[in-house]
C-alpha cells in the first residue's frame, strides 16, 4: 500500500497565516491610501481653512487653472469681503459628500479636458446677521503633477 505525501500542518497554518496578514495589510494599505480618502483629505483641508479664515493657505490648494482666474491677494480679500463682512458671519459649518470619480470633466466650456478627477458635494452653512443659509456647492479634485489639487465649476 502506498502513501500519498501530505505536507505538514505546519506548513499549511503557516502559509494560510501569511496569506492572511499579505491580504489584512493590502486591504488597509488600500483604504486608507486610495484616491477617493486622500481627495476627501484635501477638501477637507481646504474648508478647514476657510473655515478658520486663512484664505492663503486655502488659495495653494488650488488647481493652477483656479489660480489663473484668482490670483492670491484678490482672493484673500474677496473671501473675507465677501463672506465675513457681506454675509455677518465669523465662520460656518460644512459637510462633506462622497467622492465620485469622473472619467473626464473641464473647468470651463473652453477646457481643458482633465482626467483624474474626483466630484465631490460640499454643504457650507451659515449663521450670520441676515440669518442662517445653506450653500451647495461641487467641488471637484484634480491630480495636478501627483497632487490632489481644488476646482470649481465654470461650466455654465
Do not use: C
Amino acid at each position: 500500500m502506498s502513501r500519498r505525501y501530505r505536507p505538514p500542518k505546519g506548513i499549511i497554518i503557516g502559509s494560510l497565516l501569511v496569506f492572511s496578514v499579505i491580504t489584512v495589510f493590502l486591504l488597509v494599505r488600500w483604504s486608507l491610501f486610495s484616491p477617493g480618502k486622500q481627495v476627501k483629505e484635501v477638501v477637507e483641508e481646504f474648508y478647514s481653512y476657510e473655515q478658520a479664515g486663512d484664505f492663503a493657505q486655502s488659495w495653494g490648494l488650488f488647481h493652477s487653472k483656479m489660480k489663473e482666474k484668482f490670483s492670491k491677494g484678490p482672493y484673500i480679500q474677496d473671501r473675507a469681503h465677501v463672506f465675513m463682512n457681506h454675509f455677518g458671519v465669523e465662520t460656518f459649518d460644512f459637510e462633506l459628500g462622497e467622492p465620485e470619480e469622473l472619467k473626464k470633466w473641464n473647468l470651463s466650456k473652453e477646457g481643458p479636458e482633465m482626467k483624474e478627477v474626483f466630484k465631490i458635494p460640499v454643504t457650507q452653512i451659515y449663521k450670520g446677521k441676515y440669518g442662517n443659509f445653506t450653500l451647495h456647492q461641487e467641488v471637484f479634485v484634480i491630480k495636478e503633477k501627483d497632487q490632489w489639487k481644488i476646482a470649481w465649476d465654470y461650466n455654465q
